[in-house]
């Protein structure tokens, strides 16, 4: 299974941007998939998950300003970022599993495949 992740960019504070990983080699249907985000010197942080049936979770500091989805038929999820702030920017990595329980979907170390990630810079 390979994630390719896209979107990433610089933007002024405020501003929208639209991030996208899509997979080969396996379906999506049945994975949780997942954002995170890290930067230098910190752990890699949860943002959001979604799993087969379509429910959500957020990190708090998210809700209301990014929304994830997914595209079964292409094989892909996205990340809808809006009202961004200057601490937002980081590399964004998406991931995905198919084995991994709803407690511990915000568990890096429970994702069995990552894509390269995204960096997405925010200026204020």
């Known amino acids: 299974v390979q994630l390719q992740a896209s979107g990433g960019g610089l933007v002024q504070a405020g501003a929208s941007l639209r991030l996208s990983c899509a997979a080969s080699?396996?379906?999506?249907?049945?994975?949780?998939l997942a954002w995170f985000r890290q930067v230098p010197g910190k752990e890699r942080e949860f943002v959001a998950t979604?799993?087969?049936?379509?429910?959500?979770v957020y990190e708090d500091s998210v809700k209301g300003r990014f929304t994830i989805s997914r595209d079964n038929a292409k094989n892909s999820v996205f990340l809808q970022m809006d009202s961004l702030k200057p601490e937002n920017a980081a590399l964004y990595y998406c991931?995905?599993?198919?084995?991994?329980?709803?407690?511990?979907?915000?568990?890096?170390?429970?994702?069995?495949?990552w894509g390269q990630g995204t960096q997405v810079t925010v200026s204020s």
């Open positions: 979604i799993r087969p049936g379509r429910s959500t």
């Open positions: 991931a995905a599993d198919w084995h991994i329980i709803l407690s511990s979907v915000r568990r890096p170390d429970q994702y069995s495949y």
């Open positions: 080699g396996r379906s999506f249907r049945d994975a949780t």
